[in-house]
């Protein structure tokens, strides 16, 4: 599967962005699509993971209530609305498609991974 995504840029803390992962292949209904973020000098984490299969959702508690993850099957794209965004929520995003989850998790692993984009937020 490939992947693409869209959407980072630079915005005010308090402002929103939507990131958007569009997929390729035409299993999108079996895969986990995962959000994952990682800022200068830090690890790479998990911010939000849904199962496209199950329906189920995973957010990292730091977005909880600000962030919102969504699919649309029609366009095999998930989508991550940000709101009310702060600046530790600037890092570098990166989207991951997999027919694997983690355990008892909605998020993917060993999968494919798209570009990335940056999300800087000032203060």
């Known amino acids: 599967v490939q992947l693409v995504e869209s959407g980072g840029g630079l915005v005010q803390a308090g402002g929103s962005l939507r990131l958007s992962c569009a997929t390729s292949?035409?299993?999108?209904?079996?895969?986990?699509v995962g959000w994952f973020r990682q800022a200068p000098g830090q690890e790479r984490e998990a911010v939000s993971c849904?199962?496209?299969?199950?329906?189920?959702?995973y957010y990292k508690d730091s977005v909880k209530g600000r962030f919102t993850i969504s699919s649309d099957n029609a366009k095999s794209t998930v989508y991550l609305q940000m709101n009310d965004l702060k600046p530790e929520d600037t890092a570098v995003y990166s989207c991951?498609?997999?027919?694997?989850?983690?355990?008892?998790?909605?998020?993917?692993?060993?999968?494919?991974w798209g570009q990335g984009t940056q999300v800087t937020v000032s203060s």
């Open positions: 991951m498609a997999s027919i694997f989850t983690r355990p008892g998790s909605s998020c993917p692993e060993h999968g494919s």
């Open positions: 292949g035409d299993t999108f209904d079996e895969y986990a």
């Open positions: 849904i199962s496209i299969t199950f329906g189920t959702t």
